[in-house]
């Protein structure tokens, strides 16, 4: 598999897979590192990089990953990972760019920003190839993304976050005439909604062609996406390390959910071929 995807991919251009939503809380670090265990399961070199280090969730994960084989030696795939602090003195762009160069051999460099506006997480959305946006499913974080009419529940014009995500669109165009792609996933949707999802699917529907986003597949509210944070691990590895052994079906449709996300998410054609073969 990885030679066949090394052959046909564009050395040394990673893939920038970016989590942001300037809501707190939506699911960015734990979607960021389900996709990044997903990818390295599947034999890819993949990059985490948190621009959300003060928080550092995605940075425990990795550190709980890697205490985890250490403690239990069982050889659990790593990420390269990077933390990037904020500091007045550094400029954040160059930072940026420079840990990218670093980690510029990996098929996959996943971002993890925080749930607020700052400079570095700007930085960080303009080098997007990929820009996901988990929204949990409630008119409260659709707002961050536009405004809705109250009465006829339909939506009135993008708010702050969808014109952030614009000017990154232009940042990026302006810098390597590159573009971007954003995708939205509903995140943490329950099973008993009816009523709240069929709205929300309309408006996320609406929104989408007003705005130029894709929407992924939701992602189900599941015990399974933060009960193994302390490990840093995730389903993918329970049926890595379960060698066959029955998993729980919440753990198999939470699988098929990552999977479903890789591949809306557009990844190269080289990339998906490898996954196909291995999923
Ligand atoms: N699909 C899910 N099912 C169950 N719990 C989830 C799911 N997605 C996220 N969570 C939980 O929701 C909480 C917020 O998730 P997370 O920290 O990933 O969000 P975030 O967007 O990174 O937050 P912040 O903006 O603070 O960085 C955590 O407790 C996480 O375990
Ligand atoms: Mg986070």
Request: charge should be positive; aromatic fraction near 4%; glycine fraction near 6%.
């Amino acid at each position: 598999m990885t030679s066949q995807m090394t052959a046909s991919r564009q050395p040394a251009v990673p893939r920038v897979i970016v989590f942001g939503n300037e809501k707190g809380g939506t699911g960015k670090s734990t979607l960021a590192m389900h996709l990044a265990v997903a990818l390295l399961n599947r034999g890819l070199k993949v990059a985490t990089i948190d621009l959300d280090a003060r928080q550092g969730t995605i940075s425990r994960y990795v550190a709980n990953r890697r205490l985890f084989a250490e403690r239990t030696g069982h050889a659990v795939p790593m990420p390269e990972h990077l933390a990037l602090h904020m500091s007045p003195h550094q400029i954040i762009e160059s930072d940026l760019a420079n840990a990218l160069d670093h980690v510029a051999h990996c098929a996959v460099v996943v971002i993890d920003t925080p749930g607020h506006d700052s400079a570095l997480s700007q930085a960080g959305h303009a080098y997007a190839d990929v820009l996901v946006t988990p929204i949990n499913d409630s008119l409260i974080d659709l707002d961050i993304l536009a405004h809705v009419d109250p009465h006829k529940q339909t939506i009135l014009r993008p708010s702050h976050y969808a014109e952030r995500v614009w000017k990154a669109k232009q940042a990026r165009a302006k810098r390597d005439g590159g573009s971007m792609d954003w995708v939205v996933v509903r995140n943490r949707l329950g099973q008993l909604e009816a009523r709240n999802k069929k709205l929300m699917e309309r408006l996320v529907g609406d929104l989408a062609k007003r705005i130029g986003f894709r929407v992924a597949d939701g992602i189900h509210e599941r015990v399974i996406y933060r009960e193994l944070f302390l490990d840093g691990l995730t389903a993918e590895d329970l049926a890595m390390l379960s060698q066959g052994r029955e998993v729980a079906m919440s753990h198999v449709a939470a699988r098929q959910e990552i999977r479903n996300l890789m591949r809306a998410l557009g990844l190269p054609e080289a990339l998906q071929t490898g996954l196909a073969s291995t999923i």
